[in-house]
């Protein structure tokens, strides 16, 4: 991922006159994290109905990975959030909840199906 920084010269120039926001990084980066997060709930959920986890067994299980996957993308941007997609680190951790959410459900169901009913 590549951090919004400062342009070239700005060197002199103080904290409040350096403020500098680029929109092809932002978008680059939030399309990176969006497809880290994607592709690991999908995984998770995969991992889930294999398992064969049911209700809060799986709910922990997703909690888990959300942890697991926004600290892990936190740690890659140095816990720096707001330099590389512009939201606090909390903001960081909590956002995409619901859409995830809904991919997890959705492959723990395929694949639960799959593994534990039809065979």
Same mark, same amino acid.
């Given at each position: 991922?590549?951090?919004?920084? !400062?342009?070239?010269?700005?060197?002199?120039?103080? %904290? !409040?006159?350096? *403020?500098?926001?680029?929109?092809?990084? +932002?978008?680059?980066?939030?399309?990176?994290?969006?497809?880290?997060?994607?592709?690991?709930? *999908?995984?998770?959920?995969? *991992?889930?109905?294999?398992?064969?986890?049911?209700?809060? !067994?799986?709910?922990?299980? $997703?909690?888990?990975? !959300?942890?697991?996957? %926004?600290?892990?993308?936190?740690?890659?941007?140095?816990?720096?959030?707001?330099? +590389?997609?512009?939201?606090?680190?909390?903001?960081?951790?909590?956002?995409?909840?619901?859409?995830?959410?809904?991919?997890?459900?959705?492959?723990?169901?395929?694949? $639960?199906?799959?593994?534990? *009913? $039809?065979?």
């Amino acid at each position: 991922m590549a951090a919004m920084g !400062q342009p070239p010269g700005a060197e002199g120039l103080s %904290n !409040q006159e350096r *403020i500098v926001f680029s929109t092809e990084k +932002y978008m680059a980066n939030t399309k990176a994290v969006d497809f880290v997060r994607s592709t690991m709930f *999908i995984v998770a959920g995969v *991992i889930a109905g294999i398992l064969g986890c049911t209700s809060s !067994q799986g709910a922990f299980l $997703y909690l888990g990975f !959300q942890l697991f996957t %926004n600290l892990g993308l936190a740690a890659s941007m140095g816990f720096a959030t707001k330099d +590389y997609v512009n939201k606090t680190l909390v903001g960081f951790c909590l956002s995409d909840l619901t859409k995830n959410g809904l991919a997890f459900v959705l492959w723990w169901t395929v694949s $639960y199906g799959l593994v534990h *009913i $039809y065979t």
